[in-house]
């Protein structure tokens, strides 16, 4: 759980430093004209002007002071939030687990880690400063107000022209905009093709035509560009023309007051310097939309840390074969029943094949088996122990689950079977018949992961690896389904040989590996339709459609 | 920095930047007349209850004001000619650059994010510095001119700090952009590190490595953080050289403010020098900061990222010419990815006479795909060679090698655009007779009807996999080359498609070679090769099942005995 008042909290003493900056530059910008109008006054008196002078000077030298403060504190204050905010949201996805967390999707993740942090990470700041950015604009309306109504009259109109001239630009640049991305985006996607079939390509000796071909739109994208430009002169023209205008009927009202002797010539010299403050009013709105935006930033934040974690019990395992016990498992998602009263019993040691038709519900058994998903009913125990009382490291101490598509996490090859947990990666990495092509890349086991280029299959085999020191249950989600026969088979040898007497919960589709297995689960929209030896169900023909 | 900087300017066309500078003379106007109208309103005006005099002199302003909008009309005008051939040569160089590091072999993921937004970066970046900089050139000229007319003395008096505050800035640019640099790509670190953290979350708990993980992405956390404090040092240092410049000025002109009335200084004038420091001077060194700080650190940056990656490699131009015949003999050929890896061939010979049919197969991972690389000229030999006709087929220029040979990959290429256009790709005259043909013989009839026809245009996003690789096979069927390599381009075709496939090129004539995904491709072949990792055996399927253990091994895990698989 996280509020905006937690991250503006996270601020700490930062916050008054920055707030108080604010407030003291604002207040020397309002104090400066008319201290610089009554210096100019008492020149031209020829008396009295040193201690304006001084006071212009101090205003100065204060201003200056709390612009450096502003300028360090502001980001050193966003800088230290965004790094808490950014640790506590990696931490929460983890805790959260992958079935939870299942609904953010991963690019998603990382922009609210990278982008929507940093704005969340403003809250504090934007507080404090709005009150100190408002200050400066609003104020020099109200005092060019009590110089002269019309001074203010005046401001306000030129503003309101100001206003005109963006909206409208907005509008006809985003029309636009919308044509130049467009044409943007196809050569991008012709680009993105070219890129996909290299191979061809290179074989083909093509680059030359196809940067031809990639490139056709350019000159219309010139075009739309030169278009973007021809709006934005428009707009130019007519907003450098309304600064002036402002500027000058501040003046010329000033000027006939001046005459009347109304107000001093110091008093129409900070007149006109309010005059280009109170301009500033059109820059508010930024003020603002930056509090909604550090507003919108703690919510992307907030959702993720909204999701209730996993809870891990205290218990370890005792000692035992590692037999596994699914106890009336069933498992709903938002509108389907994924496993409907599952029950099953397998004796430590054995090798249990889990075969079905795709979406028969045998993914979610393999991830309530590892607790990777908890069920909604029902509890499965190991060793009778159920698996939401163990403790976390007693868990994945136990139990290693492998995927038919492993996501590899680490900064080598090395690192990303060992995953922290210094196990003997070449022993696992020789067992699951990796070490062969890992012993192939240019740096072996530190070949850094994104230089090396690998099959679905070798992906696999690291995969498997990285499961491979689990001391009770090893859980194989199709986990070999793109490695070649040959090794697949080798592989199974060793799960066969493996002499720690592992047991093993094998999703499949391939018959071999079924026939392979000590006992067969097959599973049907969610049910346990039979279990046997794969001899004996193979007698049945639905059986046998199963495997296409 | 100095090469980012160079290649801007180098990129400017001379005679619409000329212009772009003369239409800013007028757009300097308003500022550097302000104090002078101000001054002479005052003065000879409102003070010398004259208000006609003081009004003009406001009118003045005003006019000026009018002519400051056209020339600002016409410097955006003329700013689209310079931004947009800048946006133009950049667009080709990144394209150039990521294709020619693709068919070197080298994945360039970042390509399109390159094309999108770093391009666009660098446009709006290169804009906002031209209209800042030239801005801020006739602006302080036309200020000093301003001030010159008001009364020399105030130049001498405002412009030394002025300077001083902005050569401090410029001094400091260098530390800046080491700085924003590390922000940058800290910022980038964090964001492929999160990446790659956060996809793994499934994977991350099954393995409990919960912590690891965390701990993985906290050091890119915390260096974007340093990064992000070092830059806040500069803000202030920043600060500190506006206040140099834009504001020592000032006390300047207010101290030396009793001297100059008594040498006869006029309100009006004093006016004036504070309203040049304030509307001119101060503003645009402040614009200048924020924009050169700013978008000039990261123009900078970004192209150079730009620049870095469109450098291809320079290699010597292939000169070789097409040799006799077309056999293809490998000759002590030894190849690994790298200095330290294991070789992934190892001292192979082999010859494939003109007419051959040969499959290569061996358990995945073991190198096929290599192989045929290394037979279509697309890698570099370690050792030995590879000679088509008799000439390292590595030494061959690619126009002269994709006459004699085909390759076709696993991941059939099709592009957005004509039928036919995809149809012909490698043999651009070939007549609709002969296209008809070749549709028919690998079996993508079916296919071509579906889509509309060889007129019709071909959408990549709605074929399947399989689908693609059909228009890939005709492609390489009416080939001019006399070698064709399927490397598994078969591989999402059923069993029957396959079939059909493999025979077309057999009765195409020349020489097949298939990197084979099922078995049923080797027992079509006239001979095999099999890979095994160390060695490789040759010979026709008959002795292979004799002598080579793994390709029994791999014939009988291909056809399992309870479900005969499709040969």
């Known amino acids: 759980m996280i509020t905006f008042g937690d991250v503006v909290r996270r601020g700490g003493g930062w916050l008054p430093l920055i707030g108080l900056a604010g407030l003291v530059g604002s207040l020397g910008t309002l104090a400066l004209p008319t201290v610089l109008g009554h210096a100019v006054d008492a020149l031209v008196a020829g008396h009295g002007s040193g201690s304006w002078i001084v006071a212009a000077g101090v205003l100065i030298v204060i201003s200056v002071v709390f612009d450096v403060v502003d300028a360090y504190a502001g980001t050193a204050c ?17 805790a959260v687990g ?169 008093e129409l010299f900070a007149a006109s310097q309010y005059a280009v403050i109170g301009g500033g009013l059109g820059a508010l709105t930024g003020v603002f939309s930056r509090l909604a935006r550090a507003k919108a930033g703690v919510r992307r934040v907030s959702e993720v840390l909204d999701t209730t974690p996993v809870s891990y019990g205290t218990a370890s395992l005792p000692d035992g074969p590692g037999a596994l016990e699914l106890r009336s498992v069933t498992v709903r998602a938002a509108d389907a029943v994924l496993l409907d009263d599952v029950s099953l019993q397998v004796p430590g040691g054995c090798a249990v094949a889990v075969v079905g038709a795709s979406g028969a519900g045998k993914s979610v058994l393999a991830e309530v088996a590892a607790r990777l998903r908890s069920p909604d009913e029902g509890e499965v125990l190991l060793d009778g122990v159920a698996l939401a009382e163990l403790d976390h490291a007693a868990l994945r101490a136990a139990v290693g ?19 922290g947990r210094s196990v003997d990666v070449r ?27 690998m099959s679905g299959g070798e992906y696999q085999r690291l995969g498997l690896a990285r499961a491979w020191p689990a001391q009770r249950l090893l859980v194989l989600d199709d986990a070999t389904s793109s490695v070649d026969m040959v090794t697949e088979m080798q592989i199974a040898r060793t799960l066969t040989d493996d002499h720690g007497g592992r047991t093993r919960l094998i999703v499949t589709h391939r018959a071999a590996t079924a026939a392979r297995a000590d006992l067969v689960v097959w599973l049907a929209e969610g049910k346990v339709v039979a279990t046997g030896t794969h001899d004996r169900l193979w007698e049945r023909p639905e059986y046998r459609e199963v495997f296409g | 920095m100095k090469r980012e900087i160079a290649f801007g ?42 208000p006609a005099v003081g009004l003009g002199w406001l009118a003045l302003l005003l006019v000026a004001a009018g002519l400051g909008a056209i020339g600002s009309r016409q410097v955006y005008r003329l700013l689209g000619g310079l ?11 990144v394209v150039g650059g990521a294709l020619g590091h693709a068919v070197r072999g080298k994945a360039d993921d970042g390509a399109i994010a390159r094309l999108t937004h770093q391009v666009e970066i660098v446009r709006d970046t290169y804009a906002g510095l031209i209209v800042v900089l030239r801005g801020f050139l006739v602006t302080v000229i036309g200020v000093v001119i301003g001030m010159l007319s008001v009364d020399p003395v105030i130049v001498a008096l405002l412009l030394p700090p002025f ?45 409990g490595a919960e912590e690891h993980a965390a701990a993985m992405t906290k050091g890119p956390i915390e260096a974007q953080a340093d990064a992000e404090r070092a830059i806040a040092t500069v803000a202030a240092v920043r600060s500190l050289c506006l206040a140099l410049g834009g504001w020592v000025p000032l006390v300047v002109l207010l101290v030396a403010g009793p001297w100059l009335v008594s040498r006869g200084l006029t309100a009006g004038a004093v006016m004036g020098g504070l309203t040049y420091v304030l509307i001119g001077l101060q503003p645009v060194l402040r614009n200048l900061m924020t924009a050169v700080g700013g978008s000039g650190l990261r123009y900078a940056v970004t192209l ?45 010979d082999l010859v494939v006479p003109p007419g051959d049919h040969l499959a290569i197969v061996g358990p995945s991972g073991i190198g096929k795909s290599t192989l045929a690389g290394l037979l279509c000229g697309l890698l570099r030999p370690g050792e030995g060679a590879v000679l088509l006709g008799g000439v390292p087929v590595a030494d061959l220029p690619a126009d002269q090698l994709a006459r004699g040979r085909t390759l076709i990959p696993q991941e059939a290429y099709v592009f957005a655009g004509g039928v036919w256009d995809n149809l012909t790709y490698l043999a651009p005259d070939a007549d609709p007779e002969r296209v008809a043909h070749a549709i028919t013989a690998v079996g993508a009839d079916a296919l071509v009807a579906r889509i509309g026809g060889v007129g019709a245009t071909l959408v990549p996003a709605e074929l399947s996999a399989g689908e693609r690789q059909q228009v890939a096979l005709v492609r390489a069927y009416l080939s001019p080359a006399p070698v064709v390599v399927l490397d598994e381009a078969t591989c999402h075709l059923d069993p029957v498609a396959e079939r059909r496939a493999e025979e077309a090129f057999a009765e195409r004539g020349g020489t097949l070679i298939v990197i084979a995904h099922r078995v049923s491709s080797a027992l079509r072949a006239r001979r095999v090769l099999v890979l095994d990792g160390t060695g490789a055996a040759v010979g026709d399927h008959r002795t292979l099942q004799e002598t080579s253990p793994l390709y029994r091994d791999l014939l009988g895990h291909w056809n399992p005995d309870r479900r005969l698989e499709e040969v």
């Open chain 1, 401 to 419: 689950c492998a995927f038919e598509r492993p996501v590899l996490v680490g900064a080598s090859i090395g690192d990303a079977v060992d995953v």
């Open chain 1, 98 to 266: 992958p079935a939870r967390s299942s609904r953010f999707e991963t690019g998603d993740l990382v922009t609210r880690v990278s982008g929507n942090a940093v704005e969340a990470a403003q809250a504090g700041p934007a507080v404090v400063t709005t009150v100190a950015a408002a200050l400066p604009p609003v104020g020099s309306l109200v005092l060019l107000a009590w110089i002269d109504p019309w001074l203010a009259l005046a401001l306000l109109a030129g503003l309101a022209l100001v206003a005109g001239v963006l909206r409208t630009f907005a509008l006809r640049s985003a029309e636009a905009m919308v044509a130049y991305q467009q044409t943007q985006g196809t050569i991008a996607a012709r680009l993105a093709e070219s890129l996909a079939g290299a191979r061809t390509i290179a074989a083909a000796g093509t680059v030359e035509a196809e940067q031809q071909r990639v490139l056709t739109e350019l000159p219309r994208l010139h075009e739309h560009g030169i278009g973007t430009w021809r709006i934005m002169a428009r707009s130019s023209a007519q907003a450098t023309l309304v600064g002036p205008l402002v500027l000058v009927a501040v003046l010329a009202t000033g000027g006939i007051e001046l005459l009347r002797n109304r107000i001093t010539p110091g």
């Open chain 2, 304 to 348: 150079g990222r730009i620049l870095d990656a469109a450098e291809l490699p320079s290699e010597p131009e292939p000169r070789a010419h097409a040799g006799q015949g077309d056999e293809l003999a490998v000759r002590g050929l030894t190849f690994a990815y790298g200095p330290h890896a294991e070789p992934v061939l190892r001292d192979l």
């Open chain 1, 427 to 453: 022993a696992a990495a020789r067992a699951t018949h990796a070490h062969e092509f890992v012993s192939r890349l240019p740096e072996g086991y530190a070949t850094p992961l994104a230089e090396a280029p």
């Open chain 2, 83 to 93: 931004v947009e051939p800048f946006r133009d040569l950049l667009v080709r160089k």
């Open chain 1, 78 to 94: 966003v800088a230290g939030t965004t790094a808490w905010l950014r640790d506590r949201v990696v931490r929460h996805v983890f």
């Open chain 2, 9 to 50: 300017v180098a990129a400017m066309p001379r005679k619409p930047a000329v212009a772009l500078l003369l239409w800013s003379v007028p757009e300097a106007l308003p500022a550097s007349l302000s104090g002078l109208a101000v001054a002479h309103a005052v003065d000879s005006g409102f003070l010398a209850d004259r």
């Open chain 2, 163 to 207: 300077l001083l505050g902005l050569g401090a800035f410029l001094a400091t640019l260098g530390m800046a952009a080491d700085r924003f640099r590390r922000s940058v790509r800290a910022d980038e670190q964090l964001a492929v590190t999160a990446g790659a953290v956060l996809a793994g979350t499934r994977d991350i708990a099954a393995t």
